[in-house]
């Protein structure tokens, strides 16, 4: 499985190779309740097959109508800005909630060359931007440190395509690998450690594998605060090795399975043998995941992956936050 980026990008290299026509659709800005946030892409094909999505549909309907009509690819290079639900009879139109709007970049056919080199580095887990000018359509990938993944000024649009944020799941066991393959759809670079021989033969992912011990592999990893280690062997010898470590750590997330009994067991034993703090032992998710009732491995795996965003939406919500206090007092 993979990202929506990953997914666009594969299907716009592989039409403009066969020597179609298509154009890429970017979200510039959103206000109000928007289902795909700045940096989200969609494709549309000179015959109006769509694939990838922007808004709800409409706003991929109206362009679709517009681009199949003809003469849209005959304009030039130039990338086109695009305004939805500016008015009410619009919002209306589009299915847009009352107050909201969307705003677009459209692109006739990229270079297919660029968007094949950007696909290759998500696929080797890189992250790199792509920078997008408006008076002539050009395009830079670039691989740098900027904040926030997202950009735009009066020139034109930058986005950071890639795993920024990365997963590191001890246990390789069937809920494992379900947290993997969403995980993935959800632009984590995931890293599964099992050092247990039979619950990795025939390791079918393209999650990375590691055969590392969990606390070895913690601290190689240098977690930061766009890293989440979760723990779900089930097996104290295997998940209190990783909890130790990564508990000391900044990490964005720390859980692990287990019943609420349980976590009060292995947070005792954490204090106890290994000399965790309060504080530390406090940052532990245990049980892991949102309550939702989930039983199955498949629903636990969504249980912790629907909790992961949480936790990294209220992140990028008080990042978002703190710059705009920041930018007020100056």
């Keep these: 499985m993979r990202g929506n980026d990953e997914e666009v990008l594969a299907q716009a290299v592989q039409w403009l190779k066969q020597g179609r026509r298509a154009a890429l659709v970017t ?4 206000y109000g309740a928007s289902p795909r946030p700045p940096g989200s892409m969609a494709l549309i094909r000179d015959d109006g097959a769509i694939f990838g999505s922007v808004s709800g549909g409409c706003v991929e ?12 690819f005959d304009a030039g290079p130039a990338v086109r800005v695009r305004s939805f639900g500016a008015s009410v009879e619009e919002r209306q139109r589009y299915r847009l909630p009352c107050g909201n709007s969307l705003r677009v970049a459209v692109e006739a056919c990229p270079d297919a060359a660029l968007l094949e ?5 998500l696929q080797s887990q890189r992250c790199l931007w792509r920078q997008v000018r408006y008076r002539d359509g050009e395009n830079r990938l670039v ?9 735009e000024d009066e020139d034109g649009f930058a986005a950071l395509h890639g795993p920024n944020w990365r997963l590191l799941i001890i246990g390789g066991s069937e809920l494992g690998r379900y947290l993997a393959q969403i995980a993935l759809t959800l632009n984590f670079a995931v890293t599964v450690c099992e050092p247990r021989e039979e619950y990795r033969q025939d390791w079918p992912m393209a999650a990375q594998l590691s055969v590392e011990m969990p606390d070895d592999l913690v601290l190689g990893f240098r977690c930061d605060g766009r ?6 062997t089930h097996d104290p010898k295997l998940d209190d090795l990783a909890l130790m470590e990564a508990l000391k750590l900044p990490c964005l997330y720390v859980g692990a399975l287990g019943s609420a009994t349980t976590t009060l067991k ?20 245990g049980p892991v995941g949102l309550d939702i009732g989930s039983r199955t491995p498949a629903e636990i795996a969504v249980s912790i992956a629907a909790d992961l965003v949480a936790c990294r939406s209220r992140l990028l919500r008080a990042q978002s936050e703190d710059r705009q206090s920041e930018a007020c007092r100056t």
Excluded: C, N, Y
């Excluded at 691989?143 to 993944?149: D, H, L």
């Design 266 to 285: 292995r947070k005792a034993r954490l204090e106890e043998h290994f000399g965790l703090t309060p504080a530390q032992l406090g940052h532990l998710h």
């Design 117 to 121: 080199a950007l696909l290759q580095a």
């Design 227 to 232: 890293t989440a280690v979760v723990a779900v």
């Design 27 to 30: 979200v510039l800005g959103t």
């Design 61 to 72: 309907d109206d362009l679709r109508w517009e681009i199949a009509a003809g003469g849209f």
């Design 143 to 151: 691989e740098r440190e900027m904040a926030g993944s997202f950009a």
